[in-house]
Each structure stands twice: as C-alpha cells, then as structure tokens.
T-cell receptor
Framework: KQEVTQIPAALSVPEGENLVLNCSFT??????LQWFRQDPGKGLTSLLL?????REQTSGRLNASLDKSSGRSTLYIAASQPGDSATYLC?????????????FGQGTRLTINP | NAGVTQTPKFRILKIGQSMTLQCTQD?????MYWYRQDPGMGLKLIYY???????DKGEVPNGYNVSRSTTEDFPLRLELAAPSQTSVYFC??????????????FGPGTRLLVL
C-alpha cells in the first residue's frame, strides 16, 4: 500500500529565505506526483505536477523535483514571502490503470514571518 | 467558469441523521472525486467517478453513497451520520487526457460536524 509522508509537519522561516519542503513515498510505481497549496478554510490549489518520466517542474519561484527511485520529492520556494504562508501537500498517483486516485501526505504548514 | 462548487459550506448533524453534500463542476471534466480531510491529516478518497453512471469506491467508502447522473453533478450521501464522519469534505474534478491536464481542481469544502 502506497504511503506518503511529509516532514516536518510545520515550518517557520523569516521572509526572504529560500526553503525546501520534503515528501517521501513508499512505492516507486507512480504515474505522477503533484504539489498542492491549501489556505486556511479553503480548498486545494494545484501548484506543480511532475510526470514519472520527469525530474523537475518549475513555476515562478517554485521548483519541484522528483527522484522516483529513492521515493522522494522536494518543493523549493525561492525568496519566500508572507503570502506563501499556507499548508503544502504532496500527492502521488499510483500506477493503476483506469484511475486517477491520489494518495496524499499529511502536509507541511509553512509560516513566513515578515 | 465557476470551477467546482460545493454546498453547504457548513452543517451540523445529529447522530443518525442523513444529508446530501452537493458538488457541481462546469469544466466538462469526466473524472470527479470526493475526499475527506481530518484535522492535521491529508486527504483520503471516499468515492470517485470516471463519467456519468460510473462510480467506484475509494479508500474510505463506508457510511457514504454517491451517484453520477450527469457530467456536472456528483452528490455525496451520508446515511445514519456518526461522530466519526465529522470532517471537512472536498469535491474535485479532473480531465482524462494525460500530462498536466490531469490536475485535479478542488471545491472550497464542506465542514460537517456530527453531534
């Protein structure tokens, strides 16, 4: 059974710092991996999707990497801003034909201090 | 486009009551999903649908039922509510097309409290 773990559960850093969020998964047979952002009391917003054949994806100040063989992904946030404060979740899509089921980690709650 | 909409935003139920959580999407997505999120936890899949008339169980389906009569709507039914069903429920949709098109779009959630 696929399991996804995110460490740490919470992270607080001063504004302007570069930071890395970690995600690990137990089964390397995945179709893709996604990073989501969740603001308090809101739904999830997709940030980046990495296909299993890709090593990284970039969007603005965000860069996500994928090392399928070691079961790890990282989300790199450059020059952090207070508006980046949110919970970040990663999710993998196991390689099951005919389904787009996602398995989520429990998230990292990020606080950027002005 | 409104995206994915959910109603109600918040509801309190007594033990044993029933209710339906509504979900509608206007993006013509074929896939739709229901998740629950307990405090401090990730999301767990309850049910999903690959198209009108086709539904299947996810990881935690017990105590819930779904139907999908149209592409747009995917209601979630709770029968005989129990305190263990206190959670935040999210509906999502996506398109089967491969690549970035598989991104799931989420509604704002329904907060349910069972007392």
């Amino acid at each position: 059974k696929q399991e996804v773990t995110q460490i740490p559960a919470a992270l607080s850093v001063p504004e302007g710092e570069n930071l890395v969020l970690n995600c690990s998964f137990t089964d390397s047979a995945i179709y893709n991996l996604q990073w989501f952002r969740q603001d308090p009391g809101k739904g999830l917003t997709s940030l980046l999707l990495i296909q299993s054949s890709q090593r990284e994806q970039t969007s603005g100040r965000l860069n996500a990497s994928l090392d399928k063989s070691s079961g790890r992904s990282t989300l790199y946030i450059a020059a952090s801003q207070p508006g980046d404060s949110a919970t970040y979740l990663c999710a993998v899509r196991p390689f099951i034909q005919g389904a787009q089921k996602l398995v989520f980690g429990q998230g990292t709650r990020l606080t950027i201090n002005p | 486009n409104a995206g994915v909409t959910q109603t109600p935003k918040f509801r309190i139920l007594k033990i044993g009551q029933s209710m339906t959580l509504q979900c509608t999407q206007d993006m013509n997505h074929n896939y739709m999903y229901w998740y629950r999120q307990d405090p401090g936890m990730g999301l767990k899949l309850i049910y999903y649908s690959v198209g009108a008339g086709i539904t299947d169980k996810g990881e935690v389906p017990n105590g819930y039922n779904v139907s999908r009569s149209t592409t747009e709507d995917f209601p979630l039914r709770l029968e005989l509510a129990a305190p263990s069903q206190t959670s935040v429920y999210f509906c999502a949709s996506s398109y089967l097309g491969g690549g970035a098109q598989e991104t799931q779009y989420f509604g704002p959630g329904t907060r349910l409290l069972v007392l």
